[in-house]
């Protein structure tokens, strides 16, 4: 059984295995999931961290993983709920009903029963709080119409850390790291990422580095729950 592990979701790529790799460098006990067996899975496992597949698709393979999660896991210090699917919302509605199906479980159902089926293992250090954070999106406080089912469900997972802060006070707490655009995808385009980086105030594309930071700040801080901490380059106050 894994002692004091620290569960992060979609770390197969970018700033999930980002966050992962780094926990483990800095000395955590890193349970990384995954979903797509990537060659970043490889380089996770080539350096000695623990890894564990699943796909959050729907209730019954989130129950399976947070049943999996309890059979290898005896206690645990942290979860990072990372993992994310970030499509535009369909002019179809059948296929806007499906992304609401996807984008629900693995952005609200997955963390809410992860959460309360791993509570009672989680442990913090020296009689410290554990952790919970929720990787959300600054959409959550000011949306892009565009992606409004992906910003509605991080809205609810924004949610989840407040009402988890208060139902697991004080044994655990729960907080959230909102990013701004810390890294493009394939699907952005030039001139949005000019139009995105106009509109921010630091005017770069932060990386995965500074969003782990803020998850090391939350995990070393004792006194910090129920808080959202955006990593946006200051794009909040300035997004259309
Ligand atoms: N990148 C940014 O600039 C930015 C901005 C705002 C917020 N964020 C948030 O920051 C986090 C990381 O961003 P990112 O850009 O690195 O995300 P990403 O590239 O979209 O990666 C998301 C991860 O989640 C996994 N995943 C997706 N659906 C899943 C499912 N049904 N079951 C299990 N795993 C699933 C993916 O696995 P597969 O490899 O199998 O697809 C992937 O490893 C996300 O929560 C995102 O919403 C990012």
Do not use: W
């Not at 206690?75 to 499906?98: G, K, W, Y």
């Not at 709080?129 to 892009?144: K, L």
């Not at 802060?165 to 990422?193: C, M, W, Y």
């Amino acid at each position: 059984m894994l002692e004091n592990i620290v569960l992060v979701t979609g770390a197969g790529r970018r700033v999930g295995f980002h966050i992962a790799n780094s926990l483990h460098r800095d000395g955590y006990h890193v349970l990384a999931h995954y979903r797509s067996r990537t060659p970043d899975v490889q380089k996770l496992e080539d350096a000695g961290i623990e890894t564990i597949q699943a796909d959050l698709a729907d209730s019954d393979s989130i129950m399976q993983f947070a049943e999996a999660l309890k059979f290898r896991c005896h206690t645990v210090r942290a979860i990072i709920h990372n993992a994310s699917s970030f499509t535009p919302t369909s002019d179809d509605l059948v296929e806007a009903a499906q992304q609401y199906h996807q984008f629900f479980y693995v952005h609200m159902m997955a963390p809410f029963i992860v959460n309360e089926a791993l509570r009672d293992r989680m442990r913090g250090e020296g009689g410290a709080p554990a952790d919970i954070v929720h990787i959300t999106d600054i959409n959550v406080e000011n949306p892009t119409p565009r992606f409004d089912i992906y910003g509605t469900t991080k809205a609810g997972l924004q949610n989840l850390t407040l009402a988890q802060a208060k139902k697991f006070a004080p044994d655990i707490k729960v907080n959230a790291v909102a990013p701004g655009p810390v890294l493009f995808t394939e699907s952005h385009s030039q001139e949005v990422r000019q139009q995105m980086m106009a509109e921010t105030p630091l005017g770069v594309e932060g990386g995965a580095e500074p969003v782990y930071l803020a998850v090391k700040s939350l995990l070393t801080n004792p006194f910090l729950t129920g808080v959202s901490i955006a990593v946006d380059g200051g794009r909040r106050l300035s997004k259309r």
